[in-house]
């Protein structure tokens, strides 16, 4: 179980541009559930999923991982507990390290790494099989560099990446925005399939309200540095993409749908 | 060239390998162009040169020697990682500050510009005795062929990936769990450990120290790293560790024919100049295609 309990974030704080990025947000999740947090740019989405990662330390509040209080650890002591995919695809994988290697140094997130040898044929019969369930013919190309690779297909190892051990929480930070449509839904169905296969408890930011309707258990809207709508269960399935920008304006206090059309996609 | 030249070029070119490696540490493996090794590599010439002229002789002083020049070669290595990871001074500043503080440093230590070891036991007397002019070659090329295999090894291991993931990508570094600041102080310890002990063979091999020895040694290590990359064009981080070694002793066998070869009437101090002229040819030759189609031709 997740929680952050009355996270806020202040950056500049005590100059006259301070900007408080969460504001007292609190969100508890339970494990196994698959939460699409959305908003607009500078909601705090992503500065939510730093304060899980260890990116940024809240100004107050308290992120809690199964009863275990990291608010201040740094993100590499977290290592074991979070896993992330980025919403850059250079971001989650390493370009000049192999394939294969990118994927030991993933078995490894969290654990202490000793002098043994990273690689051995048993581990890379192992990645080869992990490999093989992208359908990218990734499995024959263990010893090539992730920089020859395209960005989807590089997306798609750092989702894999990412899943690789296990992990209390797993973030997605937008992650299939830098992909074209037809990479992109392949990545969501991928997404989709590891997090269940594998009971992944998620977090996942993102921009397109139909991702968000579409994928996960709960929906959660941010705006302000506050959760401003909530929804799950049946109510949530009976959400359209208009309901979700009628709320977005209503929190905003506007009457106009004209300033949210990019919020549609 | 005479044979005495080419024996020359080649222990050169396997101690300046070993410069070479700590560079790649720094320069490829950590993206972090580190200066402090104009002064590790005075300062572990330093260490081993006061040590043997102040009595330690014997094996086991020489092997000691070489021992605390890697230590303190280390610890000037974690001095610009602490300047930079701790203050966060940008990283060609703060390895240029500890650079600067080694040459006096290294004035203390040695207490007189220069030192000459005139009849001392040296590293190259603990080895089994050939009368040959190959003896030198090949007593650095043991050293070569441990550092070699050490970083090989070191650089293929579970910690080693962690290294590396720290230079090349350091978000990713620290999501899967590496401390990226840990990384770093080893790293360039252990880079400049390395180019220390270098400097502390140095001495054992030319019998003396000074305390300018080290003025252009990142220029040295860069023209092995690039011209041995853009000869080998290493797929594999052995072989990346490798063409260190290959680009350091072609890069002392060119510089020894060109000061040999009369016609061209090089001097000795041309030296600098033929550095810099070869390290930007190596740097210019990917862009030319050189590099390609000189092993295009091998290959034939």
Redesign the interface.
Known sequence: MIELSSISVRFGAGTPLSVCALDGLSLSVSRGEFISVIGSNGAGKSTLLSCLAGDIAPSSGRVIIDDLDVTHFPTERRAGMVSRVFQDPLTGTCGSLTIEENMALSMDRGRRRGLGLALSSHKRAHFRAELRRLGLGLEDRLGERVDRLSGGQRQALSLLLATLCEARVFLLDEHTAALDPRMSSFVMDLTERLVSERGLTTIMVTHSLVQALRYGSRLVMLDGGRIVFESSGAERSRLTVEDLVSRFSSSRGELSLDSDELLLS | MSAIAFAGALELGFLYGIVAVGVFLSFRIFNFPDLTVDGSFPLGAAVAGVLLVSGWGGVLGAWFSLFLALFAGFLAGLTTAWLNQRFGILHLLASILTMMALYSINLRIMGRPNIALLSKDTIVESFPDIASLYKGPIVMLFFALLVFVALA??L???????F??TG??P??????????RRCTYLGLGISNGLVALAGALFVHLNRFADVTLGFGVIILGLAAVISGESLVRPR?IILAVLSCFVGAVLYRLVIAWALNADFLGFRASDLNFLTALLVALALIAPRLGLGTSLRARLKK
């Not at chain 2, 978000?171 to 990226?180: K, Q």
């Open positions: 090894y070191f293929s291991t579970r910690q080693g990936l962690g590396r993931a090349a990508n978000r990713m570094a620290l999501s899967m769990g590496v401390s990226v594999g």
